[in-house]
């Protein structure tokens, strides 16, 4: 298998997770092409300007699957790209460490409270629909400043504290996906125009593109059909399970 098909099938499961659960893109795709050998600088850009294309597909097929809360969407994309520019500008000057850590907590005290009330939740049980703007807009700056400053977070920080707060999980996962097209778009034009960082091989990029184009609508479809408890768990589970991972590698690496 060429490495150019390989790029292709990283891109599909990437895109086929966040899609599906709203986060672990970046993580994914990053832990397969360094596993490829790539370089992690490659590696990153790579990802980051592929992640602007795919996440506007991904968006654009949530909406088409009804999993879009336009207000959330809103509420959610604008103070998102103003925390994601901030983020890229404050980047050498934050402790990458100091960031990531912040993170770690969060995400395990959210996976813990997620699947306490997934246990608790019962199979017929509605979903909210309402939301207070003045929780949402700290919520999607936070998100997109971590994004940028840690490397990443918009997913594994904004998808669980939504569903936490009683969304129902479809709409924030569709919502916090459309949302980081424009904070990928916002951030990678900063970086791009302002930093001078650029992708140096248009064969990752346009294989995690493809790839991430074939999973989107497929993930949206996923998305929508699994029943509330089970996508909770499955949300709670990964959450923890992602936290654990970043754990590990600030203590031992």
């Known amino acids: 298998m060429s490495y150019f098909l390989l790029f292709v099938l990283a891109g599909f499961i990437a895109q086929l997770v966040d899609g599906a659960i709203g986060m672990a893109y ?19 850009a790579s990802i980051h300007v592929a992640e602007v294309f795919t996440t506007g597909i991904s968006g654009l097929s949530h909406a088409f699957f009804k999993n879009i809360h336009r207000q959330l969407l809103i509420y959610l994309a604008v103070p998102g790209v103003v925390g994601a520019v901030t983020g890229a500008f404050v ?9 990531k850590t912040c993170i770690v907590i969060y995400l395990t005290l959210m996976g813990l409270f997620i ?3 997934a246990i608790r939740m019962k199979s017929t049980a509605k979903a909210a629909v309402t939301f207070k ?51 990928a778009l916002f951030s990678t034009i900063v970086f791009i125009l302002i930093l001078g960082i650029s992708v140096t091989s248009w064969q990752i990029f346009v294989g995690l593109l493809v790839g991430g184009a074939i999973a989107a609508p497929l993930s949206a479809y996923v998305a929508r059909s699994i029943p509330r408890k089970i996508f909770t768990f499955i949300i709670a589970i990964a959450v923890i399970l992602l936290s654990l991972r970043m754990m590990v590698k600030l203590i031992f690496f």
């Open 115 to 117: 699947l306490y009330k």
């Open 26 to 44: 970046g993580i994914i795709n990053t832990t397969l092409l360094l596993s490829l050998g790539i370089p992690p600088v490659v590696a990153s």
């Open 133 to 183: 703007k003045s929780r949402i807009i700290p919520l999607g700056l936070l998100g997109g400043f971590f994004d940028v400053a840690a490397g990443g977070g918009w997913g594994p920080i904004v998808t669980p504290s939504l569903i936490a707060s009683g969304i129902e999980p479809r709409y924030a996962v569709g919502s916090t996906n459309f949302a980081e097209f424009f904070v």
């Open 91 to 99: 980047l050498a000057h934050l402790s990458e460490r100091f960031a």
